[in-house]
């Protein structure tokens, strides 16, 4: 895989771009046809099923491949939840302006595809931490299969979906540069053709003879919808074959249409709404639209004119502007030393076991000695006492001008600090060991 260097911090290339293209032309096509011409058309129903398996599944493992570098809050905020709930006003909008009722359900995401923006927000603050969980593909595969059956997992958060696309992210936050290098170099990758093919023939097939709906596809519904519980699992066989057709057969080159690969946030923002508006207007029911190769064609204007530089520009320039108005730059938070409480114990366990190496260093030396030492410590361990007290009866209140005027207590700790530098804490035992042998070899003398 021809590798260039790119912000996300994983190796890019323009495979990942070009996969990135097709998939979202699947999902601008995948949508356009199913306003209308797949009630009439039986040949694009077939397509429609086919399509819908594996394209978002397939874009969710791209997501997971981009999400290596480690995340930040206030990005994934800027760039992911802000888009949701624009995204998701958008499309309310375009349902209302063009004479149909939608209830405003921000946090129930269905009748919209933001859902997958609000999922992709959620895998990404989380996926630091769950990424390191042996086995965390098919464990989390054994548990969306068991959310089928569950009916807590609902559209509220889109909840059923993040359960159920989450192993094709994690899978693809897993997934190396090196192992598409294997997979590219196979002299056998062209057998994955035959393979998806015949999924994608095989499962539309069986699922329209059942009756099966297409929903249970798209996750966001249990598994008493169609009454069958091994069904989602063949949703990840048939998206893990097809992710791997196109690691191993889609070019690596640059091609005219790459540079979209790079814009479809964009797209994906604009497409539905744009959709809904153009159905709304009767546009898409007319006859010279019920034909799908005039979609095709459709669905690849919108997405050259959507994936455009100054489209791409008009999105990043509304989230900058919002970003910019919401937060405020640079902003640091004050220190106040509350969580210092919490780490009380930890500091009195170092102060005795300062104390207790002290007194051990003491009891080799002279009596006069030892007994300076042994006071000049208590008197450190007092000061800190009471200092400790003064906190605690002020409530933790910190006053940013207060000056130390007492010049004892400096002293005191930089008496023990010479002390520190002595016994080397660390290793108290060995430094006994080394302190007796000098006595020794001084008595020697």
Do not use: C
């Not at 958008?90 to 359900?105: F, H």
């Amino acid at each position: 895989m021809k590798q260039r260097t790119d912000s996300q911090g994983v190796p890019y290339s323009y495979l990942v771009d070009n996969i990135k293209v097709v998939l979202i032309f699947l999902v601008v096509f995948n949508h356009l046809i199913a306003f209308q011409l797949v009630k009439v058309d039986m040949v694009v129903r077939y397509v429609w099923y086919g399509i819908t398996i594996f394209h978002m599944p397939a874009f969710i493992f791209i997501s997971g491949y981009l999400s290596k570098k480690p995340q930040d809050v206030l990005k994934n905020v800027k760039n992911l939840l802000i888009p949701y709930i624009l995204g998701y006003s958008l499309t309310w909008y375009a349902y209302i302006w063009t004479g149909r009722s939608m209830d405003y359900e921000l946090l129930r995401p269905s009748g919209t595809v933001m859902w997958y923006v609000l999922a992709l927000f959620a895998y990404r603050l989380t996926i630091e931490a769950l990424g390191k969980i042996r086995f965390i593909v098919p464990l989390s595969i054994i548990f969306a299969l068991w959310a089928g059956t569950r009916p807590e997992f609902t559209t509220y958060l889109s909840s059923s979906r993040i359960v159920v696309f989450f192993p094709l992210f994690v899978a693809g936050y897993l997934w190396k540069s090196d192992y598409t290098d294997v997979v590219r170099k196979f002299k056998g990758k062209w057998i994955l053709i035959l393979v998806s093919a015949l999924l994608l023939y095989a499962v539309p097939n069986f699922m329209i003879a059942n009756e099966i709906p297409v929903d249970i596809f798209r996750g966001n519904h249990t598994y008493q919808l169609s009454g069958m519980d091994d069904i989602r699992l063949l949703m990840y066989l048939v998206s893990f074959v097809m992710v791997l057709t196109f690691l191993a057969l889609i070019p690596d080159v640059k091609l005219p249409v790459t540079f979209i690969g790079r814009n479809t946030m964009g797209i994906y923002f604009f497409h539905y709404p744009i959709m809904i508006v153009l159905n709304g207007l009767l546009l898409l029911s007319i006859p010279q639209m019920l034909n799908v190769w005039v979609l095709f064609g459709v669905s690849w204007v919108l997405v050259l004119i959507l994936g455009s530089k100054p489209v791409s520009f008009l999105y990043g320039g509304i989230l900058n502007l919002l970003t910019f108005i919401l937060f405020k730059r640079e902003k640091q938070v004050q220190d106040e030393g509350l969580e210092d409480e919490y780490d009380e114990d930890d500091r009195y366990e170092i102060i005795l076991k300062r104390k207790k190496a002290i007194e051990e260093l003491a009891a080799t030396l002279d009596e006069e000695d030892a007994r300076k030492v042994k006071d000049d410590v208590a008197a450190v361990l007092e000061r800190e006492t009471e200092e400790q007290e003064e906190i605690r009866g002020e409530d933790f209140f910190v006053d940013e001008n207060l000056e130390m005027d007492d010049a004892g207590a400096p002293q005191e700790f930089e008496q023990l600090q010479d002390l520190d530098d002595i016994l080397e804490i660390t290793e108290p035992q060995g430094e006994m060991e080394v302190l007796l042998k000098n006595k020794e070899e001084k008595a020697q003398d």
